[in-house]
């Protein structure tokens, strides 16, 4: 009897692990997503702010660019003189942010094609990569519904110094993942990609440091980078 009372403790007190353990992953899960939508205030404000702005704008551009921070700072009029292109880049947007605004920033405005890119902190903050690539599936699937050609562009890697991390669970590991997923997507369901991440990566991976003012973002090199991998897809499609 006394063994059987210590297995049952035993069972019963490795069951109340495994409880808490799922107890924190939700936890954590949560807190996750409560992070990826932490800005969503800071973007009312400036949702609010571009909506004059569009007034302006091409009621009808050709190619529309959404993302976060490398993408808002983009100065598309500069690399791209001429074209019908506009820039719907926000600071701090996480993909889910870039699905909340799709209907107002890409499907209205009607344009032929959207390139649809999301930034390193997706990954820097151990948001789960399922999320992310559920995320683009949904803002492919937007596009197509809303007769928008898809154009996907991979993530654009950070340097050697600013991953912290170590192994597969660095900033840069979530994103090597993420950018092969995001080829053999693109690959199974005949969508174009621009592949910014390997054009602006070392041999190991890591964006180039003369590409960058501080890691992550792109400096004029950087965007140069960008454009001429955008000029080669453009390229590509008058052939």
């Known amino acids: 009897m006394g063994r059987r009372m210590i297995v049952i403790l035993i069972v019963s007190l490795i069951g109340n692990l495994l409880g808490l353990l ?22 009312v404000s400036e949702y609010n702010k571009k909506v004059p702005e569009h007034a302006q704008d091409l009621q009808n551009p050709s190619l529309v660019f959404l993302g976060a921070s490398i993408t808002a700072h983009w100065d598309l009029a500069k690399y791209f003189p001429g074209r019908p292109f506009m820039n719907q880049g926000i600071d701090g947007h996480y993909a889910g942010h870039l699905l909340l605004r799709f209907q107002h920033d890409v499907a209205d405005l009607h344009p032929y094609g959207v390139v649809l890119k999301l930034c390193e902190m997706n990954f820097a903050h151990q948001i789960p990569l399922e999320i992310s690539q559920n995320n683009l599936r949904m803002l492919a699937t937007l596009a197509k519904a809303n007769g928008i050609r898809p154009i996907i562009a991979t993530t654009i890697p950070v340097t050697k110094k600013a991953n912290q991390g170590k192994g597969e669970d660095s900033i840069n590991g979530q994103i090597r993942a993420f950018n092969i997923w995001l080829r053999e997507y693109a690959k199974q369901n005949q969508f174009e990609i621009i592949d910014y991440g390997s054009a602006m990566a070392d041999q190991d991976g890591f964006l180039l440091p003369e590409l960058t003012y501080d890691g992550i973002h792109p400096n004029d090199q950087g965007y140069a980078a960008m454009a001429n991998q955008v000029e080669d897809f453009l390229r590509k499609e008058q052939r």
């Open 22 to 43: 799922v107890l924190y992953k939700a936890y954590d899960y949560r807190k996750k997503m409560m992070l990826a939508w932490a800005q969503s205030h800071d973007w």
